[in-house]
């Protein structure tokens, strides 16, 4: 198992204490972009067109976690 899956799984068993440089290495990792415009939150985009936006400060709050996990595995974003 790669370094970005354990992660991956460590983010969905436990939403809580991730570093915005965490949520960026598996969105990566798993092709999705990642966009800094320069404010405080950080914007994931999966191949598909959904998005999640991210805080950038610390710490992140367990629902943006849950929503980035969601995004990685299923494709939904914050939309939904």
Request: overall charge positive; glycine content about 8%; some cysteine.
């Amino acid at each position: 198992m790669s370094k970005s899956a354990k992660l991956l799984a460590a983010m969905e068993a436990n939403p809580r204490d991730w570093t915005i440089d965490q949520v960026e290495t598996v969105a990566r990792a798993y092709g999705l972009r990642v966009h800094r415009p320069g404010g405080s939150h950080c914007i994931i985009r999966h191949t598909n067109g959904r998005k999640v936006s991210v805080p950038a400060h610390r710490p992140i709050k367990p629902i943006y976690i849950r929503q980035f996990v969601r995004l990685v595995k299923h494709g939904t974003g914050d939309e939904e």
